[in-house]
């Protein structure tokens, strides 16, 4: 799959160089934790194509505002029920003082909870407000990211929205890519954890296709700058599931991020951008679009949320 749906740049734009822009990154190693101590030289930047010099880099440790957003369809597990208490021990741990944290649940419409106090206790009845599934609610997945980016765009901050989810997106009315990009013009990166497996189904009586959710939560993942998880094999460490923990790692890997500026068209359009580094064996994570320093068109309105989606008001953390 491609990037994320842009126009392309005319030639005098990719031309003339007359603004700098900004995008926040992070890169892993082969084991998959963050790399640190990278500097300038161990970049390689391309905006609409062609190679820019950085204007400036510099590493980064920002105060992090989460929404962990849980798919709660009839095909994953209940976050309400036992899950609950993990997963606030869990996003009690990896929170630090400063942090801001929301939950919320897709299960045939998306809810949105006002900010929580960074103990267990507390996250953990939020978890235990939200609304319960419905029997065969539909995943509305990208109109889901679409609200969360939303409701993160004014916060301070790393902006990062967890999505746990088994990637079998239903009746969402914006596509993937729309839901990226309205991500990334907000400035928030999608991680995503996939609790799903492959599945085999059959067609006509004689066909079998094989269906995977990997690929397009890759794909909102690479595009906006998160990082994609996996719990396939499903593991267990000291009883606590693996898509749990993964949401832990998943905050604590943004925590060394890289800040990377560099010259970019003076207009109001998203640029492409690609940045890699030399070193081998390393991973960038870095949103695929980049606009001039407050040039940026305003954050699109929302495409007709579902009837009964619902994102409480801000407050107090």
């Given at each position: 799959m491609g990037s994320?749906?842009?126009?392309?740049?005319?030639?005098?734009?990719?031309?003339?160089?007359?603004?700098?822009?900004?995008?926040?990154?992070?890169?892993?190693?082969?084991?998959?934790?963050?790399?640190?101590?990278?500097?300038?030289?161990?970049?390689?930047?391309?905006?609409?194509k062609s190679t820019e010099a950085l204007t400036s880099l510099s590493s980064v440790s920002l105060p992090l505002t989460v929404l962990a957003l849980f798919d709660q369809s009839s095909s994953v597990t209940d976050i309400r029920g036992r899950l609950s208490t993990d997963a606030a021990e869990t996003l009690a741990a990896a929170l630090k003082p400063g942090d801001r944290l929301r939950v919320g649940v897709?299960?045939?419409?998306?809810?949105?909870?006002?900010?929580?106090?960074?103990?267990?206790?507390?996250?953990?009845?939020?978890?235990?407000?939200l609304p319960k599934a419905k029997s065969f609610a539909a995943s509305p997945l990208w109109d889901a990211v679409e609200a969360g980016a939303h409701a993160l765009a004014e916060d301070n901050g790393r902006r990062l929205l967890l999505l746990i989810t088994d990637g079998r997106a239903t009746a969402s009315r914006l596509s993937t890519e729309q839901a990226a990009t309205v991500a990334v013009m907000a400035n928030v990166a999608v991680s995503t954890i996939d609790q799903g497996q492959q599945?085999?189904?059959?067609?006509?009586?004689?066909?079998?296709?094989?269906?995977?959710?990997?690929?397009?939560?890759?794909?909102i993942s690479r595009a906006t700058g998160g990082v994609y998880y996996t719990d396939e094999p499903p593991v267990f460490r000291q009883q606590t599931p693996a898509l749990i923990l993964s949401a832990g790692r998943a905050i604590r890997d943004q925590r060394a991020t890289y800040q990377l500026t560099v010259p970019v068209a003076d207009d109001k359009?998203?640029?492409?951008?690609?940045?890699?580094?030399?070193?081998?064996?390393?991973?960038?994570?870095?949103?695929?679009?980049?606009?001039?320093?407050?040039?940026?068109?305003?954050?699109?309105?929302?495409?007709?949320?579902?009837?009964?989606?619902?994102?409480?008001?801000d407050g107090a953390g």
């Open positions: 994320v749906l842009l126009a392309s740049p005319s030639p005098s734009a990719t031309a003339q160089r007359a603004a700098t822009g900004s995008i926040v990154l992070t890169v892993t190693g082969p084991d998959g934790a963050p790399v640190t101590g990278l500097t300038e030289d161990d970049f390689v930047v391309q905006v609409d897709v299960a045939g419409t998306t809810t949105i909870g006002a900010p929580t106090p960074l103990v267990r206790r507390d996250i953990e009845s939020a978890l235990r407000a599945q085999s189904l059959l067609q006509d009586g004689t066909r079998v296709i094989t269906v995977r959710s990997a690929p397009l939560l890759q794909f359009q998203l640029h492409p951008i690609t940045v890699r580094v030399t070193r081998p064996g390393l991973v960038v994570h870095a949103p695929s679009v980049i606009h001039a320093s407050g040039k940026t068109s305003r954050l699109p309105a929302r495409q007709n949320p579902h009837p009964g989606s619902t994102t409480s008001p």
